[in-house]
């Protein structure tokens, strides 16, 4: 199966596809690259991933794969001989770094979604508390991971680097909006070193999407939807 023909089915500002690519990236492959509308779902989207109709979508000789986590992890099993590995050879190690993989989808995602999508402002305020402790808990298990080390992976980018990276400028992008930031330096030291450590790699400037467009994404959104709620109120 390595080898051959691939296309990866995403958009500019999901942080999913943006884990997709930057792995792609860290592993040297070239792949085509097709921006999906999500108000207006291809074809090919809905054929290759009918359960959930979203991105990202890799498709490897005509072979769909999706969610961000199941992609990377048959990047870095599908390509051993291109780049660094990304998930750690010793077992441990491995369900180490899916667990906190895990974490961060499960409840930095939802601290983070109720920050920037929260219907009152006080909601978005508890989203942005809940985030703060969120990543307050990864500031410690960036310490476990990295033994002293530049990333979780050691002296090199791993798996749960590329999971977290590819949230970084919405991280910065939410943190703008929400007056608070959440990689602070004297609060998590070690995880803003590690954000700037991240963002400077060739892989993260190439991919992560500019955090003012992300903003200015973001304030569209709201505005967008908060007319549509005015109207269904009316």
Known sequence: MAGGEMKLLGTWYSVWACRVRIALHLKDLSYGYIEEDLENKSDLLLASNPVHKKVPVLIHNGKPISESRV???????AFPGNGSPLLPADPHERATARFWTAYIDDKLVAAWFQAFRGKTEEERLEGGQQLLVVVETLEGALR?????????????????????????????????????EFLDAARTPLLSAWAERFGALDAAKAILPDVGEVVEFAKTWRA???AAAAAKNE
Not at 71 to 77: C, K, M, N, P
Not at 144 to 153: I, M, Q, R
């Open 71 to 77: 992609i990377v992890q048959y990047i870095d099993e």
């Open 144 to 180: 476990e991971c990295s033994k002293g080390k530049p990333f979780f992976g050691g002296d090199s980018v791993g798996f749960l680097d590329v999971m977290l990276g590819g949230l970084l400028s919405w991280l910065h992008g939410t943190g703008a909006l929400c007056g608070v």
């Open 224 to 226: 967008q939807k908060a």
